[in-house]
């Protein structure tokens, strides 16, 4: 399994078995490293790349940080981005019981679409569709998503009920 860290570095592990339709290596997994989801989406997947950052809320507009992402797709001919969230996202969770502030920039996104109605499944999809809708409007994406060659989905999981749902 490669786990590619938020700085771009590439830390390798044992590739686990292949689940998807399509080769898992053709995927790149955007997770938050705190809700430790690489081994279980791994065990479902057989993933094999990982992008981390927390509660899987990515500098979208930083052009900057997108262009290695961008030239990682490319070299590793990466035909799906699955952008995962858990139910039991600890940013997710915090905001919920409007616990301690964290001040970072994922806590403060999921703040503004969070509302009194929200449950940790509520919450984590509006995250993950927000989290989709930027990234496939992203400028360095939106080509090659038009063209067929990308495609964009978001991942809903919860860990302790062992369950994956897709979001489109």
Do not use: W
């Amino acid at each position: 399994m490669h786990v590619l860290t938020e700085n771009g570095q590439d830390r390798s592990h044992a590739a686990g078995t292949g689940k998807l339709t399509h080769s898992p290596h053709s995927s790149l997994f955007l997770v938050c490293p705190f809700c430790q989801i690489e081994n279980f989406i791994g065990k479902q997947t057989g993933a094999v790349y990982f992008l981390t950052a927390p509660a899987s809320v990515f500098h979208i507009y930083d052009d900057d940080f997108f262009a290695p992402v961008d030239r990682f797709i490319e070299r590793e001919h990466i035909t799906h981005v699955y952008i995962v969230a858990d139910t039991s996202c600890l940013f997710i969770n915090n905001v919920l019981a409007n616990g301690r502030k964290y001040d970072i920039g994922c806590e403060l996104f999921i703040r503004q679409l969070a509302d009194s109605q929200d449950t940790p499944q509520t919450l984590t999809e509006k995250v993950l569709k927000q989290e989709i809708a930027l990234l496939r409007q992203k400028k360095v994406f939106a080509g090659r998503i038009a063209a067929g060659k990308l495609m964009v989905y978001g991942l809903l999981t919860d860990k302790a009920e062992a369950t994956v749902a897709v979001i489109y």
